[in-house]
């Protein structure tokens, strides 16, 4: 018999699935919490059950977890990050990260992913499965438990294209987000997205005050259809009028994730092209400049280059930050350390 993923089961529904078990309502609240708030890893540990209710429990429910199968932490600035492993031995990345307003994490939303953009360490080994929300639960509580902190942030940048996993990733943010749980705040909780545009309204029209990030990389379609294959899909057009959609309904800032790549996207027309592009949008833009891969070729834009892409930008009245560099020693960017363990 399969088990039912207790983690991943709304307040509502595990009350369901309890009462159908003839327990009384205060059962709820006691399991919840200790699923969603304490982050327990087993029935074991939830001492306030008799052990025969929670042997019956176990019978029937999974609790989820997942296995650190490496941890590197950076010298330089504290920067963890993990290679979990979930039951069926398929291995996920994730980043904690230590800033002035508290641990932020970066967590996996797939394993691997099918977007196949060509600078992503993520996208070489393809796609293997969605992740369940209690899954990413699971990247959160562990580290959190590891490194005895509480995680106050969280960006969905990892692994996989959160958009793609849509249900599973909105009932994720709903759980994480829950006063009887982790209970963050849906501000402090980023999701990016390579631009899936019928998601993206759907998205907005859940109101959430969730930060969207769009990967959009390039000024215009053909330049992006270089690096992203996705871009054949949608293209920037019908990209902007999505985010143009979710900032009239959220009043969210979008942010634009830019890599720049020497010679690809980076020269000073390409940085007046998206300035043009993006006018009028609620919006701050996020250069980064290329993590270089083993597997690919691409060089990171040269320090000039960059400071007359922020300088065009700056000019035109956009706010543009240049993403820090956390846990260089340890190769922190998502899809690496995944990767050299495969390899
Ligand atoms: N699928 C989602 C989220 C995962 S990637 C998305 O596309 O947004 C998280 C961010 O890292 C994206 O902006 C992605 O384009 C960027 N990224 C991936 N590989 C990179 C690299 N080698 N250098 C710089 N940014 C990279």
Redesign the pocket.
Same mark, same amino acid.
């Given at each position: 018999m399969n088990k039912i993923d207790i983690r991943s089961l709304s307040y509502f529904e595990l009350e369901k699935e309890l009462t159908d078990r003839k327990l009384p309502k205060f059962r709820t609240a006691q399991i919840y919490d200790w699923l969603h708030s304490k982050g327990v890893m087993s029935f074991e540990e939830m001492t306030n059950l008799s052990k025969d209710l929670r042997t019956k429990l176990e019978s029937e429910f999974e609790i989820k977890t997942c296995k650190v199968l490496r941890k590197l932490v950076s010298q330089i600035d504290e920067t963890v990050k993990y290679l979990f492993e979930f039951s069926d031995k398929s291995t996920v990345e994730s980043v904690v990260m230590k800033y002035k307003y508290g641990y932020s994490i970066c967590i996996s %939303?797939q394993v691997g992913?099918k =977007?196949g953009?060509t600078?992503?360490?993520?996208a070489i080994g393809g796609f293997q499965r969605n992740l369940t929300p209690s899954e990413m639960l699971c990247e959160v509580l562990t580290a959190q438990r590891d490194l005895n902190i509480k995680i106050s942030h969280i960006v969905? =940048? !990892? %692994? !996989?294209?959160?958009l793609d996993n849509y249900d599973n990733v909105l009932k994720f943010l709903k759980l994480v987000t829950d006063e009887k749980g982790q209970n963050l705040s849906m501000r402090h909780i980023s999701l /990016? %997205?390579?631009g899936l545009v019928e998601r993206i309204y759907e998205l907005a029209d859940e109101n959430l005050q969730l930060t969207l /990030?769009? /990967?959009l990389?390039a000024p215009n379609d053909e330049i992006r259809q270089r690096t992203m294959p996705v871009a054949k899909k949608y293209s920037i057009d019908e990209i902007l009028k999505a985010c143009k959609y979710y900032t009239d309904k959220t009043s969210r800032r979008i942010s634009f994730?830019y890599?720049m790549i020497n010679g690809v996207n980076d020269s000073e027309e390409n940085a007046k092209e998206l300035c043009r592009r993006l006018k009028g949008i609620l919006c701050h833009i996020n250069l980064?400049?290329?993590?270089?891969?083993k597997e690919?070729d691409?060089r990171k834009s040269d320090a000039d280059s960059l400071k007359r892409f922020i300088s065009v930008c700056e000019d035109k009245g956009f706010a543009v930050t240049v993403r820090r560099t956390l846990g260089s020693d340890i190769n922190a960017?998502? !899809?690496q350390l995944r990767q050299s363990v495969r390899t």
């Open positions: %939303t992913c =977007m953009c600078f992503c360490a993520s969905l =940048m !990892g %692994t !996989g294209e959160p /990016s %997205t390579c /990030s769009v /990967s990389h994730e890599a980064i400049p290329v993590n270089e891969i690919r691409y960017s998502c !899809g």
